[in-house]
T-cell receptor, first 110, second 113 residues
């Protein structure tokens, strides 16, 4: 039973537009959520996080929204840039262990 | 600064062989962990450590051993390699676990034939 799901394997957007990546989870015990970005042949790098006590966190072009009642979070990238093209992983954590989704490949077209 | 260093980058093993994947970090992080990533899938936690001398199992620990004798190093041992262990392995560290973000190495791509 997959506890963290990213239902869209891929997303393509035009440069300058908004990218919205979605993530659903089933375990209500998760108390923190993170997004990581991964380029080919590299390890994931941390992008942005949010605690379960908040519903929004913003860092520059990146905003994460958390809807606890729906067990859903989303990552908004505005404006999208070609360098944002990568695989994005959603992760949810509790007691020091993070569970990852399968990732969404974002392609930003110039 | 090196961050998290994994060696080797690539490895091919025959079924039944054993080997150790090395992981070292120079950030004085207490928490270290090993993940595997299979094609089209997310990262699954194999083992983790919250400090020297302390290790625990993650989601997929079978077939792997770990030890943490120093803060810096967290090797992953494959006892008897199987084709199902063909994967990309990532080591990660963070200052104290919990909600502190993970710093990942660049991975070891392992093929078991």
């Amino acid at each position: 039973d997959q506890q963290v799901k990213q239902n869209s394997p891929s997303l393509s957007v035009q440069e300058g537009r908004i990218s919205i990546l979605n993530c659903d989870y089933t375990n209500s015990m998760f108390d923190y959520f993170l997004w990581y970005k991964k380029y080919p042949a590299e390890g994931p790098t941390f992008l942005i996080s949010i605690s379960s006590i908040k519903d929004k966190n913003e860092d520059g072009r990146f905003t994460v929204f958390l809807n606890k009642s729906a067990k859903h979070l989303s990552l908004h990238i505005v404006p999208s840039q070609p360098g944002d093209s990568a695989v994005y992983f959603c992760a949810a954590g509790n007691a020091g262990k993070s569970t990852f989704g399968d990732g969404t490949t974002l392609t930003v077209k110039p | 600064n090196a961050g998290v260093t994994q060696t080797p980058k690539f490895q091919v093993l025959k079924t039944g062989q054993s080997m150790t994947l090395q992981c070292a970090q120079d950030m004085n992080h207490e928490y270290m962990s090993w993940y595997r990533q299979d094609p089209g899938m997310g990262l699954r936690l194999i083992h983790y450590s919250v400090g020297a001398g302390i290790t625990d199992q993650g989601e997929v620990p079978n077939g792997y051993n770990v030890s943490r004798s120093t803060t810096e190093d967290f090797p992953l041992r494959l006892l008897s390699a199987a084709p199902s262990q063909t994967s990309v392995y990532f080591c990660a560290s963070s200052p104290f676990g919990g909600d502190s973000p993970l710093h990942f190495g660049n991975g070891t791509r392992l093929t078991v034939t």
